[in-house]
């Protein structure tokens, strides 16, 4: 089992930057061979892919509303994912969830939530105008 935990979410002013981590623990020896994500969910609306990795770094995907701004990336040997977010806009206020595709050693980079199998509990970001 593999427990998800997401770090920096938060309130920033419009144009601000915030950076998300999601570190894994449990069977966390397994965790630099998963494809590994960021989603968001905004109130009243579906879950919506924002960014992936693959488990060699090497590739990525980047949801067209956020390209530009925002960038994901593994660090500390793979097991950590980081989400940096600059030039926030008002519309990028949700929760944002990491999450990790168990299949080992996986090419490709997915875009379904129904492509991950593990997911954190989310870390709220919110923007003002």
């Known amino acids: 089992q593999v427990q998800l935990d997401e770090s920096g979410g938060g309130s920033v002013q419009a144009g601000g930057s915030l950076r998300l981590s999601c570190s894994a623990s449990?069977?966390?020896?397994?965790?630099?061979?998963?494809?590994l994500g960021w989603f968001r969910q905004a109130p009243r609306k579906e879950r919506e892919f924002v960014a992936a990795?693959?488990?060699?770094?090497?590739?990525?995907d980047v949801a067209e509303s956020v390209k530009g701004r925002f960038s994901i990336s593994r660090e500390d040997d793979g097991s950590t994912v980081v989400l940096t977010m600059n030039n926030l806009k008002v519309e990028d206020t949700a929760v944002y969830y990491c999450?990790?595709?168990?299949?080992?050693?996986?090419?490709?980079?997915?875009?379904?939530?129904?492509?991950?199998?593990?997911w954190g509990q989310g870390t709220q970001v919110t923007v003002s105008s």
């Open positions: 999450a990790a595709d168990h299949t080992p050693a996986n090419p490709a980079v997915g875009r379904r939530p129904d492509e991950y199998d593990y």
């Open positions: 449990g069977e966390t020896y397994r965790w630099s061979r998963y494809t």
């Open positions: 990795i693959s488990y060699t770094g090497r590739s990525w």
